[in-house]
């Protein structure tokens, strides 16, 4: 995992980063204010991160390795996007809902990154606690997986990301 990427990792996955933002909301009884999704894709023989996160706020961010300069390509978005917002509003109540059904670490343990090809972990993130479950993208994609709702709000997310950065003026891309 290169730095930028697990430094955009890291932002999303603590907490902390939301405590002076005003109308912060706590989802559920895991008092939930962060959810996503992070796949691993092989690029040859290295295997490479793609991570999309949404918080209670209605912020979402999509972030991935590549092979730029930087090793980090990515988008941000959500406000003024309905689309966009709906579906990761429902990854993030998805996310509140299957906390419960995750491994528990504390908020201040760093999230364990999958090595393996065609993994997802699914995450929620609370001010104690990150809830984590890995899948096999394969059994993800079954819709009798109790985590594939999640797992599909998360695809939307990513397509719609992308049709964001389609419809925007070459000028105003990254």
Known sequence: MNKAYENMRAFWLDAKNLETRKGILEIGPDKIVAAGVEMTLADGEIIKHLLVA??????????FENNSKSGL???????????????????LAYGSKLASHMTQIPASQTLPASLKEGQVCLFAVSKQYIFYKEVPEQELRNPENPFYPMFAYSQQVIGLFKKQETQQPPSARA
């Open 73 to 91: 390509g990515g988008m941000i978005g959500g406000h003024g996007n309905e689309p966009l917002q709906q579906a990761a509003a429902h990854m």
């Open 54 to 63: 949404t918080n209670s706020l209605g912020d979402s961010s999509l972030y």
